[in-house]
């Protein structure tokens, strides 16, 4: 009997198959959980302007400490015209535009305001509470990376740099299906030798939040004809994931037909427990999964294998699972 490959081997003979998918525009609304497929940079300075770190009262360092008449109001995004003068105070929302000749914001819990002016007791060092101009990002530099899977501080940084659309890889494409006679779906009245199915659930769900499109295909009976016509269906995909049938017993029909219809079988069976029985194939470019039946091992057998293909499928930069000890 063949050796059983390690995990390590069996993920380096899926990716050595593997091969990112086009790339199309896509809105940030429509980008969570989307893998970039070209840098992303940003389309101005951030902040774009200097601005107040908190509310207070925007002063020169050099007036501190002093007690100082408050000449205007600075709101977020209703900057002042007039310069501030020697000696004086500008009241400043957190967000506001620092106004010409301030290099300082004293924070309002720091002052004493009265009859519209502020007593200022500490000095202040010039800079204080101010965000520079470009301190964060500068315009024309990268925000996200490519092969970057976008999650929500990801897609904040975007919005906020001005970027509305990003290049992302398109969805792989996975035709999801379940076999075996035993086999009902939930809500139907099980018979002597029966079972619930429960794997296409968990797995579109998992397909799903691996960022696939996911076509259920109908269950099939052990019956090698509506094998065959389904296998054929789900071979148009960019991967076809069966779940059942890929054992040795006289009913599992999975792997047999699948070599009937062209399917190159690059492994079956990996060192790991659960999920041992797992087979993986490619016919051109679709590549070919086959997960055990019971729906841990095929839980296993998904985490370990097939989010490794869609990653990869969608240009991720370490498509690989991270394990924690």
């Given at each position: 009997m063949e050796a059983l490959l390690t995990i390590e081997v069996?993920?380096?003979?899926?990716?050595?198959?593997?091969?990112?998918?086009r790339g199309e525009r896509v809105s940030l609304d429509d980008a969570l959980g989307r893998v970039v497929a070209e840098e992303a940079r940003a389309l101005?300075?951030?902040?774009?302007?200097?601005?107040?770190?908190?509310?207070?009262?925007?002063?020169?360092?050099?007036?501190?400490?002093?007690?100082?008449?408050?000449?205007?109001?600075?709101?977020?995004g209703v900057p002042v015209a007039s310069p501030l003068g020697s000696a004086e105070a500008m009241g400043i929302a957190t967000?506001?535009?620092?106004?010409?000749?301030?290099?300082?914001?004293?924070?309002?819990?720091?002052?004493?305001e009265n009859d519209n002016t502020v007593e200022i007791v500490a000095r202040l060092q010039v800079g204080t509470n101010i965000r520079t101009r470009g301190g964060d990002v500068r315009a024309g530099a990268a925000i996200v990376r490519r092969g970057t899977r976008l999650g929500s501080p990801q897609l904040g940084a975007l919005a906020a740099a001005g970027i509305a659309f990003v290049h992302c890889a398109v969805r792989p494409r996975v035709a999801l299906l379940s076999t075996g006679s035993?086999?009902?779906?939930?809500?139907?009245?099980?018979?002597?030798?029966e079972i619930y199915e429960a794997n296409g659930v968990l797995l579109a769900a998992q397909l799903t939040q691996a960022g696939a499109t996911v076509v259920r295909?109908?269950?099939?009976?052990?019956?090698?004809d509506v094998h065959r016509e389904a296998i054929q269906q789900g071979l148009g995909a960019d991967v076809l994931v069966t779940s059942g049938g890929v054992s040795v017993g006289p009913h599992d029909l999975v792997r047999r037909i699948e070599r009937e219809l062209g399917v190159e079988e690059v492994f079956w069976g990996v060192a790991v427990k659960?999920?041992?029985p797992i087979a993986f194939g490619t016919r051109g470019a679709t590549l070919v999964f086959g997960l055990p039946g019971n729906p841990v091992s095929s839980l296993v057998a998904f985490e370990l294998f097939v989010r490794l293909a869609l990653l990869g499928l969608q240009g991720a930069a370490d498509p690989r699972p991270r394990f924690h000890s």
């Open positions: 069996a993920q380096a003979r899926i990716l050595e198959r593997v091969r990112p998918l101005v300075d951030l902040p774009p302007f200097p601005s107040s770190a908190m509310d207070g009262f925007a002063v020169r360092a050099a007036d501190t400490p002093g007690r100082l008449p408050v000449v205007a109001r600075v709101a977020a967000g506001g535009v620092v106004p010409e000749g301030a290099d300082t914001v004293v924070a309002v819990e720091d002052v004493v035993e086999l009902r779906r939930p809500g139907e009245p099980l018979r002597a030798g295909l109908p269950q099939v009976a052990d019956d090698e659960p999920g041992k």
